[in-house]
């Protein structure tokens, strides 16, 4: 009974933390709960574990942070106006969406992790070095792989390594650059990933759920390219399927990447349990009656509506038709890609969200191959998950940009929806100097009011406008925060 009294209270702080819009606070705090807690390897176990619970949480974020700049989304008359500022590039620090505080609040579990899992070791003599590395290679993951989203959302931010765990913390922290943050995170992947567990855990889900090799090989891979450095990128892809444990899933199997999830095509992804309470958003942004978002134009055509040309991925499987100018987002909606079947009960809320998958990293290494000239290879890659799709090959001109636009063309179709769009696109537009970024431009404004089309053109030269402000309030909060220069009015 005191175990488990002293559990609810763990839980009830944390939880309790969570709710305050501070991003700096205090977990567990001073104090009896503190004295009685990280005293065994379950306290470390219960710290990663809400720091994954606390990562999913971030999936209507995932979402939107990674689609609805681009061009594959439109919004409906639901849509929350947050949001639609954000789809229009009416950005402004005032915008609740552009607060960081769930994603310092994931890092400062990880930290916490990390700082007190050794001290719980010289308590517990339970506790061996094969588990607490383990556990600290999750608390490693987790925390780069959401730097890694806070700089492809804001460009510089706070690098916080420390809980802040005692009132000396330093709650004052500058943002520091955005080389200076992946450097760290990439030193942290590299120096951890031989603790990382492969394949060990008793269930799929813990497998596909928790933070394995082929993850760190993934997230490492995802870093590279975003730095261009395409001979990493395929040193990191190769790592996976030397493992020969990922495959593409066959064309009539391709919809269980979202029903049920966890194939052998996942790498990682969010899990999700209605009947536990663990529920992802997804069905409700995108069912027919919630009138939020709905497939672009530029999808449609994308996906060959009038021709029906995508077998596999297109109509009833990543888009549902349901009469003439009426589509929906199916992935997250669906239990079958025949259009018809519904999610139903507590599977409403369980669709897992994919973080990688076999697909998505192949993808990866087809770009860096392109972009090192070796196009026979990039293309064999192309052809094999369009052979999967059921479509037929392209022919593609031998040279970088025409081989860029054809994997971001393929990127969208197989990826459609899983958060990655926004981020390949600008990755596009960085890339040699921002030579493209007339391109990404483009995309960018092709959501934006017609009226407002041309001023924001004329915007979105400066590349910092690509990025979201750091949200107001943290700004007042933390003296030693600079905004982001295109939005300090």
Known sequence: MRKKIKYFLITLVIFTQFACNDWMELIPPGGLIREEFWKTKADVQAVVMASYGALAGLNRNLFIMGEVRGDMLEGHYSQPWSERLIMENNIYPDNYLTNWSSYYKIINYCNEVIVNAPKVQEIDNTFTDYQMQGLMSEAYFIRSLTYFYLVRIYKEVPLVLDPTET??????????????VLNQIVSDLEANRAFAPSNSFPTKEQNKG???????????????????????????VEKIELTERFVLMPSGKWFELFYPGNTLESIFELQFDGDLDQRNGTYGLTNTNSKQYIPSQQALEMFGFEFASELVRGEDASIRKYGEDDFIVWKYVGQAPDGQSVRSGSDQYSANWIIYRFADVLLMKAEALSQLQRYNEAYRIISEIRDRAGIGPLNIANTPVAYEDAILQERALELAYEGKRWFDLLRMGRRNDYARKSKLIEIIVSNAPSTQKRILATKLTNPLGWYLPIYEKEIERNKNLVQNPYYDF
Request: cysteine-free; proline content about 0%; aromatic content about 14%.
């Open 210 to 236: 928790r933070a394995s090799k082929a993850a760190y090989d993934a997230l490492l891979a995802d870093i590279a390219l975003w730095r261009f450095d395409y001979n990493a990128v395929i040193e990191h």
């Open 167 to 180: 009132d000396d913390a330093d709650f004052y922290v500058k943002k520091v650059t955005e080389d200076e």
